[in-house]
């Protein structure tokens, strides 16, 4: 089975940003699958071109990526953002006719606008669409406050409607997103999990390494990795950093990128926060490595009511790690951490319940690691991302098969 995968903001292993494609893809190919997977030439969180943007990677046997123009737009305005969204809706259209052989052709969203390539696409190719959607777009969105446009809003919501009902089928990452998605015209839909490979979080060094580089020795590092954005609700974060800026014992550190970076760094300087420490995004293959250096990691969002839907990926990659998760999101990856008993929960937007979390993982190490043992426990046998892959391999075979 010969897969055609349309995705702007994939990344590779050696990329920051999720990596779930790429495993899924490398577990597909293992099976004697091929994939395809074309891409943005330009790094969806850090801006960069890729150093591979004129040439096809073949980074697995059986795994072919194709980079494509992109219209650059990172930390800019929304306007500039959808001007990149259909910049590489026409690109990858026109690379995407090209691919030959194809069986299936795999959309998927946020951003939602590359479904309509990856429908139109399997239609001219006579094969089955595949929609996997990974956020509630354009409801995420339009919550947060991000798209505000009347207009643009009625063309998403028009979209999103329509890939529902034109899909052959819909796969959902989160339990969450189902009943979304019916009401919205979802038929067959299914269910393949965020999940993660354990064994790229074992670290060779137990994060000596990263602590030592950092100064962080002394230190219980309460580490967030990730997007910083409006949604990830950072500055509830530096609001709980300044609670404890006296006691030296406990450091947030932040790694990643995003919009609001900047913004995030001139606040925690302004109130003369020494407890934090903002780091620059890391590939996927050296994460281990940085979360091994953690005693505690986090996981936030704003207190808005859908995002009681979400399975973020980075709850599966803390408790992989064998790291407890300090988690400030309800709903159903609430539900995911208390049951493996894998960490603290404290109601999104309150700084103080966060300090008072981040100080017992301070004052108890021991109890601290041994939920997170129970997380990279439950998650090896839950959430294995070679068992989801086979989830995945199974609908489209179904799907292939009876075209």
Not at 196 to 218: C, I, W, Y
Not at 303 to 324: Q, S
Request: aromatic share 10%; charged share 20%.
């Amino acid at each position: 089975m010969h897969i055609l995968l349309i995705h702007q903001a994939f990344a590779a292993l050696d990329e920051p940003g999720g990596t779930r494609h790429i495993e899924m893809a490398r577990a597909l190919a293992a099976k004697g699958h091929r994939v395809t997977i074309i891409t943005s030439a330009v790094s969806y969180l850090t801006g960069k071109s890729s150093s591979a943007a004129k040439k096809k990677e073949h980074p697995i046997p059986g795994v072919t990526i194709r980079r494509v123009y992109t219209y650059p737009a990172l930390h800019r305005s929304f306007f500039h953002r959808v001007l990149s969204f259909f910049s590489f809706m026409f690109s990858s259209f026109f690379t995407g006719l090209a691919v030959e052989q194809v069986d299936l052709v795999w959309g998927t969203s946020p951003p939602i606008f590359q479904g309509w390539t990856a429908w139109l696409l399997a239609r001219l190719k006579h094969v089955p669409f595949l929609f996997e959607v990974r956020d509630l777009w354009p409801a995420f969105a339009i919550a947060v406050g991000v798209l505000r446009q009347k207009t643009l809003i009625r063309l998403s919501l028009w979209l999103e409607r329509f890939l529902y009902r034109h899909a052959d089928v819909i796969v959902v990452n989160s339990p969450g997103f189902i009943e979304h998605i019916k009401e919205h015209g979802g038929r067959d839909i299914r269910l393949v999990e965020n999940g993660v490979d354990p064994a790229m979080f074992v670290s060779k060094t137990g994060g000596k390494e990263f602590r030592r580089q950092h100064g962080l020795e002394n230190n219980c590092v309460i580490l967030y990795a990730g997007a910083h954005g409006i949604s990830n609700d950072l500055p509830v974060v530096l609001a709980a950093a300044e609670q404890l800026k006296d006691e030296k014992a406990v450091r947030f550190v932040f790694v990643g990128d995003g919009k609001e970076k900047a913004v995030l760094q001139q606040l925690a300087q302004s109130k003369g926060l020494p407890n934090t420490l903002f780091l620059p995004s890391v590939p996927k293959s050296q994460m281990a490595e940085v979360v091994a250096g953690a005693d505690a990691c986090l996981a936030i969002l704003k207190p808005l009511e859908l995002y009681k839907t979400t399975y973020p990926n980075k709850v599966f990659d803390y408790m992989a790690a064998g790291k407890p998760v300090l988690l400030a999101i309800d709903g159903v990856i609430r539900q995911v951490v208390e049951g493996a008993q894998a960490g603290l929960f404290v109601q999104p937007g309150d700084a103080q319940s966060l300090a008072q979390a981040a100080r017992w993982i301070s004052q108890h190490p021991g109890e601290a690691a041994k939920l997170g043992e129970n997380g990279k426990t439950y998650v090896s046998i839950h959430f294995n991302r070679r068992q989801l892959a086979e989830k995945f391999e199974r609908i489209a075979l179904e799907l292939s098969e009876a075209k």
